[in-house]
């Protein structure tokens, strides 16, 4: 599994049209579990650590912002990390959250240059 997504559940049933397997997350305590299942290997039936799951090949974890949110400094200190997977946020099904700079947002910020 190259990719995992977190999220809606109708994004999630978007990104298994196209071949993505996800777990849809509506609250923060779901976004959290399905979060350290894909990145630590986290069983929660189980209260461990199964032995070889954080192997599970996600290269590149794809979070609605608002599940981005529920994660918080947990999320930071993964990408802080280096380790795989990736996190990419998306907007969710209602759109982008109020407050966030978008990726041009951010280029135009660091370039110093608009066009």
């Known amino acids: 599994m190259d ?14 049209f196209i071949g993505i397997d996800g777990t849809a997350a509506s609250n923060a305590a779901g976004a959290r579990a399905a979060f ?3 990145t630590r290997g986290w069983d929660e039936t189980a209260g461990m ?7 599970n ?13 529920w994660l918080g400094e947990e999320l ?7 380790e795989y997977p990736l996190v990419v946020e998306i907007p969710g ?4 959250q109020g407050g966030r700079k978008t990726l041009v947002d951010s280029i ?3 370039v110093g240059v608009h066009v």
């Open 108 to 110: 135009r910020e660091a």
């Open 57 to 69: 090949g996600c290269r590149v974890l794809i979070l609605t912002e608002e599940a981005a949110d």
């Open 76 to 82: 930071t200190q993964w990408q802080l990390s280096g």
């Open 93 to 96: 099904i209602q759109g982008r």
């Open 49 to 55: 650590v199964l032995p070889g799951a954080s192997a």
């Open 3 to 16: 990719y995992y997504f977190i999220g809606d559940a109708e994004l999630v049933t978007a990104f298994r």
């Open 36 to 38: 350290l299942r894909i």
